[in-house]
T-cell receptor, first 111, second 113 residues
Framework: DAGVIQSPRHEVTEMGQEVTLRCKPI?????LFWYRQTMMRGLELLIY????????DSGMPEDRFSAKMPNASFSTLKIQPSEPRDSAVYFC?????????FGSGTRLTVV | AQSVTQLGSHVSVSEGALVLLRCNYS??????LFWYVQYPNQGLQLLLK??????LVKGINGFEAEFKKSETSFHLTKPSAHMSDAAEYFC???????????FGIGTKLQVIP
């Protein structure tokens, strides 16, 4: 089992550009979560899916953020346009029922 | 509604000493409780979890935690700290199923040689 796979590991982009983060959950896990981690706010839940359906997106900070899960093996988090305050580590996690498995994260830097 | 409070954002212990990281939770339903560890530049790794049954839960790397409903606590302990235990530790609470898990702010553990 390769675990939860996120790409890219690092992303540096200029303000105003579109950024797409990708996640492949563990096969058989029916829930997927996107988190953002910063020094100031810690771990924040952005959105989560169950069986590919968005259940709660109340943590998405602005309309600039969007997430999709077109099938059980792939999800994307898109920021358009990106801003410097979006700089953070973005984690994807998948879960069967009782405990997450996290990916290694994408470190996003918006300059 | 659910929440987690981790007491102490930084904890320092000497190598070989007891590790105690404190976590209190709030939940309107019977909780699922978790401890995760994060090493630098890595994702979070599950240390241990309590769902139902035995209240003393043993995890990886010699850690354990005890669910105390009367105190709404789930403190993490390890009898003897090792240098490799230096990391950030997160307590989390959930309610089972596919419901979201709420994380605490984290406690950074420093192990002094």
């Amino acid at each position: 089992d390769a675990g939860v796979i996120q790409s890219p590991r690092h992303e540096v982009t200029e303000m105003g550009q579109e950024v797409t983060l990708r996640c492949k959950p563990i096969s058989g896990h029916n829930s997927l979560f996107w988190y953002r981690q910063t020094m100031m706010r810690g771990l924040e839940l952005l959105i989560y899916f169950n069986n590919n359906v968005p259940i709660d997106d109340s943590g998405m900070p602005e309309d600039r953020f969007s997430a999709k899960m077109p099938n059980a093996s792939f999800s994307t988090l898109k920021i358009q346009p990106s801003e410097p305050r979006d700089s953070a580590v973005y984690f994807c996690a998948s879960s069967p029922v009782d405990g997450y498995t996290f990916g290694s994260g994408t470190r996003l830097t918006v300059v | 509604a659910q929440s987690v409070t981790q007491l102490g954002s930084h904890v320092s212990v000497s190598e070989g000493a007891l590790v105690l990281l404190r976590c209190n939770y709030s939940s309107s339903v019977p909780p699922y409780l978790f401890w995760y560890v994060q090493y630098p530049n890595q994702g979070l790794q599950l240390l241990l979890k309590y769902t139902t049954g035995a209240t003393l839960v043993k995890g990886i790397n010699g850690f354990e935690a005890e669910f105390k409903k009367s105190e709404t606590s789930f403190h993490l302990t390890k009898p003897s700290a090792h240098m490799s235990d230096a990391a950030e530790y997160f307590c989390a609470v959930g309610s089972g199923g596919y419901q979201k898990v709420t994380f605490g702010i984290g406690t950074k553990l420093q192990v002094i040689p």
